[in-house]
């Protein structure tokens, strides 16, 4: 079993920052990609930022120059920095993430729960 818990999510003003946070726990034996995804209502997923485990980056261009992400390998755990934040980025934030579970496993995806992020005057 393996668990994603996200935080960090909330309303913020334009221009404002926040900082999500994704920790994976349980049943891990390594992890490969972490990222970030966003699906604002009546819309489709998308993905905002991604980081592999050499620390390769790729970005969404709209997020671009705006968010960065980074790993902490030794807590499982993948961040979003938002900064600049604009009304056009309210969505449910979701952390997925590709691991293996044993040497022998095959890498699967694991989603968060999702985190609410609103910014709005």
């Known amino acids: 079993q393996v668990q994603l818990a996200e935080s960090g999510g909330g309303l913020v003003q334009p221009g404002g920052s926040l900082r999500l946070s994704c920790v994976a726990s349980g049943s891990i034996f390594a992890i490969a990609t972490m990222g970030w995804y966003r699906q604002a209502q009546g819309k489709q997923r998308e993905s905002v930022a991604r980081i592999g485990n050499s620390g390769s980056t790729d970005y969404a261009d709209s997020v671009k120059g705006r968010f960065t992400i980074s790993r902490d390998n030794t807590k499982n755990t993948v961040y979003l920095q938002m900064n600049s934040l604009k009304p056009e980025d309210t969505a449910v934030y979701y952390c997925?993430?590709?691991?293996?579970?044993?040497?022998?496993?095959?890498?699967?995806?694991?989603w968060g729960q999702g985190t609410q992020v609103t910014v709005s005057s």
């Open positions: 997925r993430v590709l691991l293996k579970t044993s040497w022998s496993s095959m890498i699967n995806e694991y």
